[in-house]
């Protein structure tokens, strides 16, 4: 079984920066791709920024230029580095990894959720 824990939400006002870390543990497991989404009340999750299986990077529109994913392998652990945000990045982020428990095909695990709120 594996488990990805979060952590590095919290309350900052708008310009402010944050920085997320999402650690996958467990034993004998592969990631293949991982990544940060994110839900607004009433809203559905979306993609905020991930690593493929190839190892290449997307984000969502409305973050590039302000938000970098980075990942140590070493450590299991992918980070969402937020710059400049602002009231409408307010959501609960999840950790999002497509992880195989080897010998057994891959699948999708999710964070348990941190909050990250804008004030203006």
């Known amino acids: 079984q594996v488990q990805l824990v979060e952590s590095g939400g919290g309350l900052v006002h708008t310009g402010g920066s944050l920085r997320l870390s999402c650690a996958a543990s467990?034993?004998?497991?592969?990631?293949?791709?991982m990544g940060w989404y994110r839900q607004a009340p009433g809203k559905q999750r979306d993609l905020v920024a991930g690593?493929?299986?190839?190892?290449?990077?997307n984000y969502q529109d409305s973050v590039k230029g302000r938000f970098t994913i980075s990942r140590d392998n070493a450590k299991n652990t992918a980070y969402l580095q937020m710059n400049s945000l602002e009231p409408e990045d307010t959501a609960d982020y999840y950790c999002?990894?497509?992880?195989?428990?080897?010998?057994?095909?891959?699948?999708?695990?999710w964070g348990q959720g941190t909050r990250v709120t804008v004030s203006s």
């Open positions: 999002n990894a497509l992880v195989a428990v080897l010998p057994g095909p891959p699948r999708t695990y």
């Open positions: 467990g034993s004998g497991f592969r990631i293949h791709a």
């Open positions: 690593f493929t299986s190839s190892g290449s990077t």
